[in-house]
């Protein structure tokens, strides 16, 4: 007899705990890049809706394989596959500067782990930062509920210091507090980051 | 019995031509907007290989609505649609100038047809530049194999002119040979439009 759990979804009995514990924690991983994700669309949304910003999330990179055109309807794709993007998620225009971001979130509450970028993303912002756009991180710490904005040259830093050794793998709250900004919860928009970034920019330009 | 055509795919006997026509026709755009888009990620690596610019086409936006976790083995997508995208599709840094930019194809010899943009891409257009972005269309005639840069306001007054009374459902040609930069095919970078945009850059700074 097959077993469904209330979701429909088929049970499977799985021996193999450390491939059902990645797993877990996979999923756990994707519903958190959701929720930061979604007020960030909200949030560009309104900057769209006010004028200010044209700042989008970048689609999820998808490899496609098989297509079915079934009659008068819309093509249905069969077969495909989540691909690594090799850029930033968000980007955009803002006051005549272009701005391009990552957002993270962590259940941690005392540091926030490295491992939460992969080498080509930071190279990305790296070559970004050197044409002249604004590159940062939007990092919320969820247990704690608290948004922080971590510019590039932050956020580099601890970046090549974990490759020392005795290199710390992970950013210490208590530093992100110290340098960077962070940014309130708002009602609408709900992470107000421009206002970061208007800092940013009166420091670049006062530079 | 089952005909199949040499590419394994199987044979369906279809009465309703203006349906077939109308697929072949989705095939045949599709077909070429593959051709450009490919030379286009070629010159914007050679870019990012020089360390002259950052500029990415944006993933093709896809709905996913099933997804299989086979044990072992990468997430397999077994049910998405192709979703009209919001933006256009190429956007990066250059000289710290925000870019953002659509490609086109036409077979037409004598004019570039409207019908290739959608309302909204224009729109995010308008917004980009608003916001001091460099916006633009480069369009391919393939049957000619000459290639234009179609600044967004040389564009933006055609897209408008087509809602007046006999208004153009077009853009002559001889209006895009007379007021667009025609960019020269190169072997490395193919399409070398940045030549272009350097213009455009001293245009804006001299203004």
Redesign the interface.
């Known amino acids: 007899m097959k077993i469904h759990y209330p979701n429909g979804q088929p049970f499977h009995y799985?021996n193999?705990k450390s491939?059902s514990r990645k797993?877990q924690k996979q999923v756990k991983y994707s519903n958190r890049g959701m929720t930061l994700e979604k007020e960030l669309n909200l949030t560009n949304q309104q900057y769209?809706n006010e004028?200010l910003?044209?700042i989008?999330k970048?689609?999820?990179?998808?490899q496609?394989v098989k297509v079915d055109?079934p009659?008068?309807s819309?093509?249905?794709?069969?077969?495909?596959?989540?691909?690594r993007?090799?850029?930033t998620d968000y980007?955009?225009?803002?006051?005549?500067?272009?701005l391009?971001f990552e957002a993270k979130e962590t259940k941690n509450k005392s540091s926030f782990p490295l491992n939460n970028f992969h080498e080509h993303q930071i190279q990305?912002m790296q070559?970004?930062c050197?044409?002249?756009?604004i590159c940062f991180t939007i990092v919320r710490f969820s247990s704690l509920n608290e948004i922080y904005l971590l510019e590039a040259e932050f956020l580099f830093k601890w970046w090549d210091q974990q490759f020392l050794e005795d290199g710390r793998k992970s950013i210490p709250l208590a530093s992100i507090k110290n340098e960077c900004a962070q940014i309130p919860y708002g009602y609408n928009p709900r992470i107000p980051y421009l206002q970061v970034i208007d800092q940013l920019i009166e420091e670049k330009n006062s530079k």
């Open positions: 799985n193999d491939e797993k769209l004028n910003a044209v989008h970048k689609p999820t990179p998808i496609v055109y009659r008068r819309a093509a249905k794709i069969t077969e495909a596959y989540y691909r993007s090799s850029t980007n955009g225009v803002y006051k005549g500067y272009y391009d990305h070559q970004s050197a044409h002249g756009g």
